[in-house]
């Protein structure tokens, strides 16, 4: 298996464009996860879904940001607008089943100008 | 807030000790998992300890857990270089599953 598998890897932008991060789980996993990690407060969790369900999103720091999943091999997060403060690394991660390890994507680095 | 929190924050030792890493927390959890990053990578899991654990080992690493103190230690013994990266360990609550990180330690080991 390949893994979790995101891309882009990098994404610079300007600020007020939109910005749709991919992310491809692991197959059979049935819990998906995104992450941001900043410097300053770490890792933190966005969104996480159960069998393709938002369970919950109330990590998602406000309604710029949105997610889905429309089938079990992907899933998208869009910044609609970008902010300057919305630059950080973006992490996917899924696992087969609830308090399992997770396994993470290598990440989209996001610069927003 | 963040529910683990790593102690130290950076930590730098030779080649061939070991090396401690701390983890606290606040409330109540199911399971306490060690995480490792590698610079500019995804996290890697290293290991999971429950609840009802006080010791777990997995190769070099040996990782404890104190439930009445809310605290666990990851031990990496006769560390390489390649072990240089950020440690981070993540919890997750009674009644939740979700994963809370601290903001890890970073470990470099010098050759």
């Known amino acids: 298996d390949a893994g979790v598998i995101q891309s882009p890897r990098h994404e610079v932008t300007e600020m007020g464009q939109e910005v749709t991060l991919r992310c491809k789980p692991i197959s059979g996993h049935d819990y998906l996860f995104w992450y941001r990690q900043t410097m300053m407060r770490g890792l933190e969790l966005l969104i996480y879904f159960n069998n393709n369900v938002p369970i919950d999103d109330s990590g998602m720091p406000e309604d710029r940001f949105s997610a889905k999943m429309p089938n079990a091999s992907f899933s998208t997060l869009k910044i609609q607008p970008s902010e300057p403060r919305d630059s950080a690394v973006y992490f996917c991660?899924?696992?087969?089943?609830?308090?399992?390890?997770?396994?993470f994507g290598p990440g989209t680095r996001l610069t927003v100008l | 807030s963040q529910q683990g929190e790593e102690d130290p924050q950076a930590l730098s030792i030779q080649e061939g000790e070991n090396a401690t890493m701390n983890c606290s927390y606040k409330t109540s959890i199911n399971n306490l998992q060690w995480y490792r990053q590698n610079s500019g990578r995804g996290l890697v899991h290293l290991i999971l300890i429950r609840s009802n654990e006080r010791e777990k080992h997995s190769g070099r690493l040996r990782v404890t857990l104190d439930t009445s103190k809310k605290s666990s230690s990851l031990l990496i013994t006769a560390s390489r270089a390649a072990d240089t990266a950020s440690y981070f360990c993540a919890t997750d609550g009674a009644g939740s599953y979700q994963l809370t990180f601290g903001k890890g330690t970073k470990l470099s080991v010098i050759p």
């Open positions: 991660a899924s696992t087969p089943w609830q308090g399992n390890e997770q396994f």
